[in-house]
């Protein structure tokens, strides 16, 4: 078990162009979601797979965000036109299900994205 | 919505204790989560309540009351690599499961 990794680690960006950031999540775990964390504040949700289904989207998430998990294992999250704004750690997350509904998250170390 | 509360910062001596308290309102509340997040790092899972009372793990323990909207985290026998953002998280029934919402972060900081 390697845990949940995230590539790549650093991103700056010039502001209008597009990016895309990779999360591989632990082997086993059949959910994955995607949290935003800017300084000074915890992490808040963006998106959440089960298994290849991207079963909700947080508000936060505007239409330049597009996530996707096409074989239920890696997800990509894309920014469109990226603005000053998109700066922040983007951080991955999975889980295995449990009946009890109390699985916790397994973090990956983040990809930091700073639009200049 | 959700508001989650709890102190900015803290700081302590090294072999002290300290209690990082954490207040909630939200609706139809379905359990606490506790994870610690060192500076550019993960946020690592250290504790979860969803019943009233004291749960203990090693030097780290974590009280709820969910008639209080309350918790603690209790860290014990402080060490310098404890300092690091304690972030307390609420799941609500009803939401997407995964979908925590998290507090601003208690940044904690060890002297020695």
């Known amino acids: 078990d390697t845990g949940v990794s995230q590539d790549p680690r650093h991103k700056i960006t010039k502001r209008g162009q597009n990016v895309t950031f990779r999360c591989d999540p632990i082997s086993e775990h059949n959910r994955l979601y995607w949290y935003r964390q800017t300084l000074g504040q915890g992490p808040e949700f963006l998106t959440y797979f089960q298994n290849e289904a991207q079963l909700e989207k947080s508000r936060l998430l505007s239409d330049r965000f597009s996530a996707e998990r096409p074989k239920g294992s890696f997800s990509t999250l894309e920014i469109q036109r990226t603005e000053q704004g998109d700066s922040a750690m983007y951080l991955c997350?999975?889980?295995?299900?449990?009946?009890?509904?109390?699985?916790?998250?397994?973090f990956g170390n983040g990809t930091r994205l700073t639009v200049t | 919505g959700q508001n989650i509360d709890q102190p900015t910062e803290m700081t302590a001596t090294e072999g002290a204790i300290v209690q990082i308290n954490c207040t909630y309102q939200?609706?139809?509340?379905?359990?606490l989560f506790w994870y610690q997040q060192h500076a550019g790092e993960a946020p690592t899972f250290l504790s979860y309540n969803v019943l009233d009372g004291l749960e203990e793990k090693g030097r780290f323990s974590s009280f709820l009351s969910r008639s209080k909207g309350y918790s603690y985290l209790l860290l014990k026998e402080l060490q310098m690599k404890d300092s690091a953002s304690y972030l307390c998280?609420?799941?609500?029934?009803?939401?997407?499961?995964?979908?925590?919402?998290f507090g601003r972060g208690t940044q904690l900081t060890v002297w020695p």
């Open positions: 997350a999975s889980s295995l299900f449990d009946i009890n509904d109390n699985s916790p998250l397994h």
């Open positions: 998280a609420v799941k609500n029934r009803g939401s997407t499961l995964g979908r925590l919402y």
């Open positions: 939200t609706s139809g509340f379905n359990g």
